[in-house]
């Protein structure tokens, strides 16, 4: 009787060996992503990034002073402003203001010039063209989006800011 063989047993394949052209396609790919991402990241960071709140730090410094002292000012006035915000509907906003002074008199000959300052995005702010109604009222409309703003209205006479009230509203 004859046997049959069993077929050979096949030999392993040696381990592919590592070569100084593959370490250096290994690298050359890692390298290359990260600085892919680095330019993408990069990209996106300069193309949305709104400004910074003061162009220049030192010259906001040296106003530091003044605009403290037109603080100290302002809260010896103790000037009242109250304002109320309204939809009267297709997306428009309705802004009206009223000051009074430290008597509830309503205070009249101001100049008001007022915006909605989006508060991480200066691309976003509104101009309000704030329309004197008399008796220390003023109002303007104006499209602003929903979400939070910051009510900046500057109070003015002779050309000279004498007052500014700034308020964190939502708007819904």
Known sequence: MARASAPAASTPKPPRELTGRAVLAILLAFFGVVIGVNVIMARFAVTTFAGVETESSYKAGLAFTAEHQAAERQAAMHWKVDVSL?????????????????????????????????????????????EPLGDGRYRARTQAGAGQWDLVIDFAQGGERVFRSKNRVQLP
Do not use: M, Y
């Not at 009206?96 to 915006?115: E, M």
């Open 86 to 130: 309204g939809s009267p509907g297709g997306g428009a906003r309705e802004v009206n203001i009223v000051v009074r002074d430290a008597t509830g008199k309503p205070l009249t000959n101001l100049v008001a010039d007022g915006v909605l300052a989006h508060p991480t995005d200066a691309r976003r702010d509104v101009v309000l063209d704030l």
